[in-house]
């Protein structure tokens, strides 16, 4: 669910590779450490379920900035002039994202 908005990403900034591969990086070391961390027994007990929380929505919130920037870079600024259009992919991100923030609402739910 972590790496889900990786491929949106990828190709939502395929014609500037770095902005790719930073939020590449981003949203890959938000989810080895959710990931990793929830494998704590420190990380399961009840007492300690907002920071379990917070680390799940840090994992969101890089999502969620690659999202905006795209959006930006997209829309408002019509993709500096560049004639390749990206927009498709913002149909991958979106649901990517609604996916994360379904399971991280069911999970907070719980």
């Known amino acids: 669910m972590a790496f889900s908005p990786i491929p949106a990403c990828y190709y939502g900034f395929y014609c500037d590779q770095p902005i790719a591969t930073t939020y590449i990086t981003l949203i890959s070391i938000s989810g080895v450490l959710s990931f990793s961390v929830s494998l704590i027994d420190w990380f399961q007990k009840e007492e300690h379920f907002k920071f379990k929380a917070g680390i799940f929505l840090m994992s969101g ?7 905006i920037h ?6 408002i600024y019509n993709n500096y002039g560049d004639g390749y259009s990206t927009i498709p992919s913002l149909y991958l991100f979106i649901p990517a994202l609604g996916c994360y923030g379904i399971g991280f609402l069911v999970y907070i739910r719980q």
């Open 61 to 67: 919130i890089v999502s969620v900035a690659g999202l």
């Open 70 to 75: 795209f959006t930006i870079r997209e829309v």
